[in-house]
């Protein structure tokens, strides 16, 4: 079939870095690294939909907005195996190189190894990790994406507080089918490449979705000497990207479809819809429309402060919420 054939495919366009949702076995300490050393806000205390037993925490900005959430499931499991098949590094802009060192001053009197910022793909970057080996990294922005809300609360200074999602690392043992699908269905577009820095032998492709952008890039690292990772804490389950509104998420819908892709169908996650799919070398993709946001269940000062739960669960809301430990 041919790639844009039966749904006005031509016209639709994801338009960057809508979440990216990890693991954790240590919800506490987690809630703590992302609130008090990153200085991110919690927005949404709620439950994994699929496992209400588990935790499914959202870090973004003070409201939320779509391309700023790094959200954790809370499974007590074992340690993620470092592969490839996986995706393998999670980007946080700031804006400006002079951020990129400040952050780099403020994590290592914090007790955090880091290297040294260096430019990485044209750009100011750090690479650091969460305590249980979440692979992270800073990047200088240079201004470009969606506004953030800065967070009254935060530990860290409005000028350097995180702004959102930045480029999102997956690894792959060969390009090929990987690059098919996300030119040929996802529309994203091959833009440049360059050495990985942990393997230099090694090559990271570059794709840009909507203006492009660090806000909306994907980078495929082609790792053939890696063997496949293990799933567990300290691993990033999904990445979503995002698409504006529910006309171009039906369309998305209609297209996987017609591709034959197999997916989850449209499913309602009530503070956004949802399309959950695989690529090829089953790494988990989800397509997420920007609204209807964090807010429709609480007020925007509060958000974060209570377990909320979608409308369909709260019925079970007392049993739910007894299973759960405190996190504060």
Excluded: C
């Amino acid at each position: 079939m041919h790639p844009t054939a039966g749904t006005g495919a031509e016209t639709m366009d994801l338009t960057g870095i809508h979440h990216v949702t990890a693991v954790t076995a240590a919800v506490r300490d987690n809630h703590r690294f992302y609130t008090q050393t990153l200085g991110m806000r919690l927005v949404k205390r709620s439950v994994n939909q699929d496992d209400v037993s588990a935790y499914h925490l959202f870090y973004a900005d003070a409201v939320g907005s779509p391309g700023t959430d790094l959200t954790f499931f809370d499974w007590a499991v074992p340690r993620e195996q470092r592969g490839t098949h996986s995706l393998s590094r999670t980007t946080l802009r700031v804006n400006g190189a002079a951020s990129v060192e400040w952050w780099a001053e403020r994590l290592r009197a914090l007790g955090l190894a880091t290297g040294g910022p260096e430019e990485r793909d044209g750009r100011a970057t750090l690479d650091f990790e969460d305590g249980e080996g979440q692979r992270l990294a800073l990047v200088d922005d240079g201004g470009a994406g969606d506004a953030p809300v800065p967070w009254g609360a935060s530990p860290v200074p409005p000028e350097h507080q995180v702004r959102g999602l930045g480029p999102v690392v997956m690894s792959v043992p060969a390009l090929r089918e990987t690059d098919a699908t996300l030119t040929g269905a996802l529309h994203m577009r091959p833009v440049r490449e360059y050495a990985d820095p942990h393997t230099p032998r090694d090559r990271v492709h570059v794709y840009e979705m909507g203006a492009g952008g660090p806000h909306a890039e994907l980078h495929v690292a082609v790792n053939p000497g890696l063997a496949p990772a293990r799933p567990g804490a300290g691993g990033v389950h999904h990445v979503a990207f995002r698409t504006p509104d529910e006309a171009q998420y039906h369309a998305w819908a209609a297209r996987l479809r017609e591709l034959r892709i197999p997916n989850s169908g449209e499913v309602d996650r009530y503070y956004f819809r949802s399309l959950y799919f695989r690529e090829p070398n089953g790494i988990l993709f989800e397509i997420a429309t920007d609204g209807p946001g964090f807010a429709v269940d609480e007020d925007a000062a509060t958000l974060g402060e209570k377990v909320v739960l979608p409308p369909f669960l709260e019925p079970r809301r007392e049993a739910i919420v007894a299973a759960l430990k405190p996190i504060d």
